[in-house]
Nanobody
Framework: QMQLVESGGGLVQPGGSLRLSCAAS????????IGWFRQAPGKEREGVSC????????SYADSVKGRFTISRDNAKNTVYLQMNSLKPEDTAVYYC??????????????????????WGRGTLVTVSS
């Protein structure tokens, strides 16, 4: 069974950092594009970032550019989201997802529509003093 499990969320003060992890089981991430999404209370889901399987191409939402970095470690079957200079508006449940198509992942992260092959259950990030 293909599964993704997020971890690393928690409470952090504004200006702080967190690193989220997205670990895969039941399949290897080598051939999948991975995306990070978030959903704040009362708001729609937002695409945050994605990384391709083949050449490591990355994409970021304007709201996180320069602050968040996505990376992958195929040997550990894990993708990371390093989040720096966190702001209260970054508070949300963060989800990772996998798809075999980079273009499909881009569509979902940037346009908000479409289906992805696998979703995790999310990890809560709270940025508050």
């Amino acid at each position: 069974q293909m599964q993704l499990v997020e971890s690393g969320g928690g409470l952090v003060q504004p200006g702080g950092s967190l690193r989220l992890s997205c670990a895969a089981s039941g399949f290897t991430l080598d051939y999948h594009t991975i995306g990070w999404f978030r959903q704040a209370p009362g708001k729609e889901r937002e695409g945050v970032s994605c990384i391709s399987s083949s050449d490591g191409r990355t994409s970021y939402a304007d709201s996180v550019k320069g602050r968040f970095t996505i990376s992958r470690d195929n040997a550990k079957n894990t993708v990371y989201l390093q989040m720096n200079s966190l702001k209260p508006e970054d508070t949300a449940v963060y989800y990772c997802a996998a798809d075999s198509s980079y273009n499909n992942m881009l569509d979902v992260t940037t346009k908000g529509h479409g289906n992805l092959e696998v979703w995790g259950r999310g990890t809560l990030v709270t940025v508050s003093s």
